[in-house]
């Protein structure tokens, strides 16, 4: 299977094109949340639909682990194949699938034992906390099906393929959706059912993933001799995929810890913060998409020696993330009370959601700027930097705004809770500016950036 070369052509047209796939996987993968609350919203209560939300924001939280690790691999092996080092390419993919498959065990196991603590941990109301659980434990016994499809995924955009993911995340998408339908809608079944749905359409695309690359005569066969780990390559992977994977789990995690402040408000509130926040994956995912490709660009040209090329790709990604995040901001300002209705009829959710919006949705605006600089950063090999950038921003910004707010408002509503977020956002904007600025004028993050390779 030939890799596609990301290091000519006309770079608006390369970037777009390599974008677009890779922008509609991500919206399909936002539809397994969206299709839970959507169904959940119709078909269940409102404390089901709060138990729903409160598991898929956790469950985000670990799919974000994931990928963001996983994004470690892209990294790496476009920045071989920019250098014309296919044979470590293929050695990469190799230490890749045979760690994830480790890692992934592991991370079931561990989840497992956590899902009840962590429900407790975060004040989950008595209302939801059951659905709650039975949503978390059966996704998290389909943690494998989700690091197989995003280690496939990794490895065809490292090698400058977003297509192949797209039919993958499309197959999967249509099987959650309708599972959903069946199990929620038609059988009554609740949370459990919404995670069963989503935890089997994971499973079908890992495996029609692996046999559709095997017919293409992959790098990588499968076959069980196959998988073996080599020690300077998977040093790699984790030195740049650790850093990716807790920058972006962490993000996600202050999002659980401002749901604990949301969950001591009242079940309303939960499931009033739970619709925003899945309108609001769906709203970033153009941006999420810019800087998932500009990293797997930004690599292969940084690994041919074109660093202009890389600076120009973030300029331009920047440019496209920030107006579609703009169009959305405006929608949200604009129509607020549609978008949210299309997800409940309850009217208490509705104003409670509302409220929440008047700050949270500047946050839809400034992630079009943020999630193409960040995606520069890691394609640049600097993820131990941008993973620096989001715990300040996450830990000393966002949670501690977020809770001193809602304390001073007298933790009654959302209103003033949403101030947090666009500030911590601005200041990570801020943040990744020095540096890139740095950079151009001599420091790490352009002009001396180099591969996290072997010499």
Do not use: W
């Amino acid at each position: 299977m030939k890799s596609h070369d990301l290091t000519k052509g006309g770079l608006a047209k390369t970037l777009l094109t390599f974008t677009l796939p890779f922008m509609l996987a991500n919206l399909l993968q936002a539809l397994y949340g969206l299709a839970d609350t959507f169904v959940i919203g119709r078909f269940a209560d409102s404390a089901a639909l709060a138990a729903v939300t409160l598991g898929s924001t956790i469950m985000a939280m670990i799919n974000v682990l994931i990928t963001g690790f996983t994004l470690g691999g892209t990294v790496l092996i476009g920045q071989y194949l920019g250098a014309k080092r296919e044979k470590d390419a293929k050695e990469t993919i190799s230490t890749m699938f045979t760690l994830y498959s480790i890692l992934a065990v592991g991370l079931t196991v561990v989840m497992l034992f956590l899902a009840a603590p962590i429900l407790r941990l975060i004040n989950t109301p008595a209302e939801a906390f059951d659905g709650a659980l039975a949503y978390l434990r059966i996704c998290f016994a389909g943690i494998f099906f989700t690091f197989g499809y995003n280690g496939l995924s990794a490895a065809l955009r490292g090698m400058g393929d977003s297509k192949s993911p797209l039919l993958f995340i499309a197959i999967a998408c249509t099987v959650n959706i309708v599972g959903d339908v069946i199990l929620v809608g038609a059988f009554g079944m609740g949370p459990a059912g919404a995670a069963i749905a989503t935890a089997s359409s994971q499973a079908i695309s890992m495996f029609i993933g692996i046999a559709y690359l095997r017919k293409r005569n992959f790098t990588f066969d499968f076959h069980l001799k196959s998988f073996r780990i080599i020690p300077e390559k998977a040093r790699h992977i984790l030195k740049l995929g650790v850093p990716m994977g807790l920058q972006e789990s962490l993000v996600l995690l202050s999002f659980v810890i401002i749901a604990a402040i949301i969950n001591n408000i009242g079940y309303i509130a939960v499931a009033a913060a739970g619709i925003l926040d899945k309108i609001f994956m769906v709203a970033v995912i153009p941006a999420s998409a810019f800087s998932g490709s500009i990293a797997a660009m930004v690599a292969q040209n940084i690994g041919a020696g074109q660093t202009e090329r890389a600076r120009k790709c973030l300029m331009i990604g920047a440019c496209f993330g920030f107006v579609v995040s703009a169009v959305f901001f405006a929608i949200m300002k604009l129509f607020p009370d549609a978008m949210i209705r299309t997800f409940t009829r309850d009217s208490r959710v509705v104003a409670a959601a509302c409220e929440y919006l008047v700050f949270y949705a500047y946050d839809f605006l400034l992630c079009g700027l943020v999630f193409p600089m960040i995606g520069f950063l890691n394609g640049c090999g600097r993820s131990r930097l941008t993973m620096n950038i989001n715990i300040i921003s996450t830990f000393l910004i966002r949670v501690p705004v977020c809770y001193l707010a809602n304390y001073l408002a007298g933790g009654h509503s959302l209103y003033h809770l949403g101030i947090g977020l666009p500030i911590a956002t601005l200041i990570q904007i801020l943040m990744a500016l020095f540096f890139i600025l740095r950079g151009n004028m001599g420091g790490s993050a352009i002009t001396d950036a180099r591969p996290v390779m072997e010499k």
